[in-house]
């Protein structure tokens, strides 16, 4: 990336070392002695809405301030480390796009093992993952169409799969929460296809009085057993009454589904990430590659690529600045934790780990003037018990981030209030509607928001709130937030 746009951002932010370098109390201090007395405290309308839910103001941080303005309008508890959720994304994202730039792509090579004669490789194809972290079906289909254009119609040999980019990671999909099989817990690997998972489509069919079972991506590699059983009566549940199960084969993927599903609860789709992002990929690329004519003979493996195999094809990936918008709209945790690997492969060469990852961000904060151990990254997705960063910190940078030329890929890479990802539900037919650039966040006892207010008055406020508190994931802390919201919109 330019250096120019680095040191626009780095500079635009350099303020935050002046506070981050303080004592808590000494900094509690000074951001009070900068705010009027009217707006030091919480707004009535945000203190009613507490007491109204039962949660105390102690466990919730608020930072707002004006981008065009040298200090905050409100700062409530703004330097106590809170878990921000998966609000710490934007970290990981502007760093990212400062580290890496706009227009880093990842690249996934494919590499012959042996002679390619007559439309027939005679030996192994090897695929080498690059950390891709939006190699979707579409996309890996267009990467196999252009391998099948250089004219190979048969591989003799194995599926030669090359994870080496990433090293291996020492945890559990269910480490987090027990749901190993939930695709917010897939782990990052160098090649995931359709970020490791499956999306099941069930079909009730009445008239043959079944449930029909369609997948995507194809998977030539998964078995699925259909037992459910179409049933008539009202449509209760978002899951409806189905079970699934996930059974070990040493061919695949194998998974079972039994239960019954009511004739009335229409068509539906259920995402799981099941097995290894391996047998995964095979299962993917043997039933895309049989689509386009292809045929394989041999079996997956997991090796290096050797020194004398012949790169056929070295496919691009969408850029950064495209990448993170998937990323943030949806809030997508592979992806996130793809990132974060990337910049430390980027910085300290790979494979990539998370420590190399979170050395890279600490640096980038440290250029920011964020002083060592104000930001406890963990793996970036916000995914996490451990992550916590400041009120304080964050709106810095958000304020900064707006004076840097990154500024337009950063803000368009958030959710949009009442229009798209999970922002899309909230403020519909409100005046808030679209005027709202927000990351949310939430686990279990954590809710948080930070991003940008269009304001009414036609000032961007940056609004940071980080609430840690019993219950609070359960809707009483997003009321707490729009209270907020609708407070400054007056302003």
């Known amino acids: 990336m330019p250096g120019r746009a680095r040191t626009v951002l780095r500079s635009a932010v350099l303020v935050v070392a002046l ?16 705010l009027a007395p009217e707006v030091s405290g919480l707004p009535p309308a945000v203190l009613t809405t507490l007491a ?66 007559d439309g027939v490789l005679h030996g192994d194809l090897h695929l080498r993952g690059g950390g891709d972290p939006l190699l979707v079906t579409e996309r890996f289909w267009l990467m196999l169409r252009r391998l099948r254009d250089q004219g ?60 029909r079972i ?23 549940g978002r899951h409806r009454r189905m079970a699934l199960e996930v059974l070990s084969d040493t061919r695949g993927d194998h998974v079972a589904f039994a239960g019954e599903y009511p004739a009335s609860c229409g068509s539906y789709e259920l995402v799981r990430s099941l097995g290894s992002a391996d047998v995964h990929a095979f299962g993917v690329f043997k039933a895309l590659w049989s689509e386009l004519g292809g045929r394989i003979d041999g079996r997956l493996r997991n090796a290096a690529v050797p020194r004398d195999a012949t790169l056929l094809l070295a496919w691009e990936s969408e850029p950064l600045g495209d990448v993170i918008r998937g990323m943030n709209k949806h809030s997508n945790n592979l992806m996130t934790r793809q990132l974060l690997l990337t910049m430390g492969v980027e910085r300290e060469g790979p494979p990539g780990t998370e420590a190399k990852g979170r ?29 916590r960063i400041t009120a304080r910190v964050l709106g810095h940078l958000l304020v900064g981030s707006w004076g840097s030329p990154l500024m337009p890929e950063f803000v368009s890479s958030l959710p949009l209030s009442a229009v798209d990802g999970t922002m899309r539900r ?54 707490v937030q729009d209270a907020l919201l609708e407070w400054l919109d007056t302003r």
């Open 19 to 34: 506070v981050a370098s303080l004592g808590t109390g000494t900094a509690r201090a000074a951001a009070a002695s900068t």
């Open 214 to 236: 369609t997948l995507d991506p194809p998977n030539a590699m998964m078995r699925v057993d259909n037992g459910l059983r179409l049933v008539g009566g009202a449509c209760r």
């Open 152 to 211: 190979i119609q048969r591989i003799t040999g194995d599926l030669v799969i090359d994870q080496g980019f990433f090293a291996g990671l020492p945890e559990d999909p269910g480490d987090f929460d027990g749901r190993r099989y939930h695709a917010y817990n897939t782990l990052p690997v160098a090649l995931a296809v359709n970020f490791n998972a499956t999306r099941f489509s069930f079909w009730p069919d009445e008239g043959a009085k079944s449930v």
């Open 426 to 479: 909230r403020f519909k037919d409100e005046a808030l509607a679209g005027r709202l650039h927000m990351k949310t966040g939430l686990l279990n006892d954590v809710r948080a928001l930070a991003g940008y207010l269009h304001g009414a008055g036609g000032r961007v406020w940056a609004v940071v709130v980080l609430h840690n508190e019993e219950d609070v994931h359960i809707f009483r802390g997003t009321r």
């Open 359 to 387: 050395r890279a961000v600490d640096g980038w904060l440290l250029g920011t003037g964020v002083a060592p151990g104000q930001v406890e990254v963990d793996n970036g997705s916000g995914l996490s018990r451990a992550a």
């Open 52 to 117: 109204a839910e039962k949660l105390s103001a102690n466990h919730l941080s608020v930072w707002v301030q004006a981008v065009d303005s040298p200090r905050p309008l409100l700062a409530h508890n703004p330097d106590e480390p809170r878990n921000p959720a998966s609000v710490m994304k934007l970290v990981t994202t502007l760093a990212a796009l400062d580290v890496l730039g706009p227009g880093y792509r990842w690249q996934t090579r494919i590499y012959a093992g042996g002679p390619v004669r």
